[in-house]
C-alpha cells in the first residue's frame, strides 16, 4: 500500500507551503532591461505545459493544502486561453486566492474578463510614468496602453490592485515619490522590488544600479507619513509593510538583499515547462512535465511527487548582487 497523501505540504524546516506561484508563458511582449535580454529564445510549443496540464498542476497542489494560486510568467495574458484557465482554476474547492501578475499592456480588454472568471487581485507592473523612460526600461511598452490597463482594472473591481516597481539606481530612482502620489491617489498599493540576479543580463551592471529598500524608505519618509503594518502571521510574504497615513494604500518593500525572508517563505514555483522550482534563488527542482506526460499508472503520482520535493526545499537563497548571478534562469523563465 502507498503511503496516504499528507493534506498539507510541510518541509524540512516545518514551513507550510501554501502558495503556489504558477507561470503560464515564457513570452513576454516587453523586454524588461532587468528581466530579458533583448533577443530571447522562447521555448518551443512542445515544451509548454498545455491548459490542461497547467490546470493538472493547479489541482494537485490544491489538493494538497495550497490556498493562494498566482498566475504569472513571462507575461500571463499573452496566452491564449488564460480567461478560461482562470475560470477553471478559481472553481477549484479549497483555493482562497486567485492573483495574477502582469505588465498591464492587455488588461484594456482583459480586466473585466479576468475578475469575472474569478481573479481576485492583481499586481501590475510599472516602472516609470514617464512615456521615453518607460519605453526604454521595458524596450518596447507602451505606457499609454500600461495605464489604460490600470483604469480598466480599477473599473473592474479587484479586491485589491498593486504595483510593482523595480528599482534602479539611475534611471527611476528619482520617481518613487511619484509612483507612490500615483498610487495614493488612485486608491492602490505599491511595491518596490530590490532587482534580482536572475539571468545574464549586458544592459546594465546589476551591482551599480542596486539601491536598497532602506534607502528608498528614507527617502519616502521625507514625503509621506509611513505606518508599519505588523505582520505575524507573515502571510505578506517577503514585503515590509507600511499604510500611507490617511489613506489605504500601502507600500511593500520587497529586499531579497538586505532583509533574508527565508525563514517565512510559504511558496513555491513551477515553471511553464513543469519545473516544479522549489527556491527562487537555488536551482533544486523537480520535473512534473514528464510526470504529467507518463502514461498514468497510479492516478496520484504526480501528488506524491509533490509532497515528496518538499523534503529538499533548501533553507535559503543563495544569490548575491555582486559579480556574476548564480542563478542562470531569467525571472521570465522562473514566474516572478
Ligand atoms: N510579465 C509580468 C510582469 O511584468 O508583471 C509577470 C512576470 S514578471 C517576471 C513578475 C515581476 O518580476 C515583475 O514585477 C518584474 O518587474 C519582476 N522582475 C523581473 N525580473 C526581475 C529581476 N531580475 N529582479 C527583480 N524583479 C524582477
Ligand atoms: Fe515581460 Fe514581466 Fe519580464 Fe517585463 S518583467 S520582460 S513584462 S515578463
Not at 480567461?83 to 483555493?95: F, H, N, S
Not at 501528488?303 to 531569467?330: D, T, Y
Amino acid at each position: 500500500m502507498p503511503a496516504p497523501l499528507p493534506e498539507e505540504l510541510v518541509d524540512a524546516f516545518g514551513r507550510h507551503i501554501r502558495y503556489l506561484r504558477l507561470s503560464v508563458t515564457d513570452r513576454c511582449d516587453f523586454r524588461c532591461v532587468y528581466c530579458m535580454a533583448e533577443e530571447m529564445t522562447f521555448l518551443p510549443r512542445r515544451e509548454v505545459l498545455s491548459l490542461e496540464e497547467l490546470e493538472r498542476v493547479a489541482t494537485a497542489f490544491v489538493d494538497l493544502g495550497v490556498r493562494k494560486l498566482r498566475l504569472t510568467g513571462g507575461e500571463p495574458l499573452v496566452r491564449r486561453g488564460i480567461v478560461d484557465l482562470a475560470r477553471r482554476l478559481g472553481r477549484l474547492p479549497g483555493l482562497d486566492e486567485l492573483v495574477l501578475t502582469t505588465n498591464g499592456s492587455r488588461l484594456a480588454e482583459l480586466a473585466a474578463p479576468l475578475r469575472d472568471a474569478g481573479v481576485r487581485r492583481l499586481n501590475i507592473s510599472i516602472d516609470s510614468l514617464q512615456p521615453d523612460r518607460f519605453r526604454a526600461l521595458t524596450r518596447t511598452g507602451d505606457l499609454g496602453r500600461v495605464l489604460a490597463g490600470i483604469e480598466a482594472a480599477r473599473a473592474a473591481g479587484f479586491d485589491r490592485i498593486r504595483l510593482n516597481t523595480v528599482v534602479l539606481r539611475g534611471r527611476n530612482d528619482d520617481e518613487v515619490i511619484d509612483l507612490v502620489t500615483f498610487a495614493r491617489d488612485r486608491g492602490l498599493d505599491i511595491a518596490f522590488i530590490e532587482e534580482m540576479p536572475l539571468g545574464h543580463i549586458d544592459e546594465h551592471s546589476r551591482a551599480e544600479a542596486f539601491i536598497s529598500s532602506a534607502d528608498l524608505r528614507e527617502r519616502l519618509a521625507d514625503h509621506f507619513r509611513l505606518e508599519a503594518l505588523g505582520d505575524p502571521t507573515g502571510a505578506a510574504g517577503p514585503a515590509r509593510r507600511f499604510r500611507i497615513a490617511g489613506s489605504d494604500s500601502r507600500i511593500g518593500f520587497i529586499s531579497p538583499h538586505s532583509n533574508n525572508f527565508c525563514h517565512l517563505c510559504n511558496r513555491v514555483r513551477v515553471t511553464v515547462e513543469g519545473r516544479l522550482l522549489l527556491c527562487l534563488g537555488n536551482e533544486h527542482s523537480l520535473d512534473l512535465r514528464e510526470l504529467l506526460r507518463r502514461p498514468q499508472g497510479d492516478p496520484l503520482a504526480l501528488h506524491r511527487a509533490i509532497a515528496g520535493a518538499m523534503a529538499r526545499k533548501p533553507e535559503r537563497h543563495h544569490f548575491s548582487h555582486e559579480g556574476e548571478p548564480e542563478i542562470v534562469r531569467f525571472m521570465s523563465t522562473t514566474g516572478g
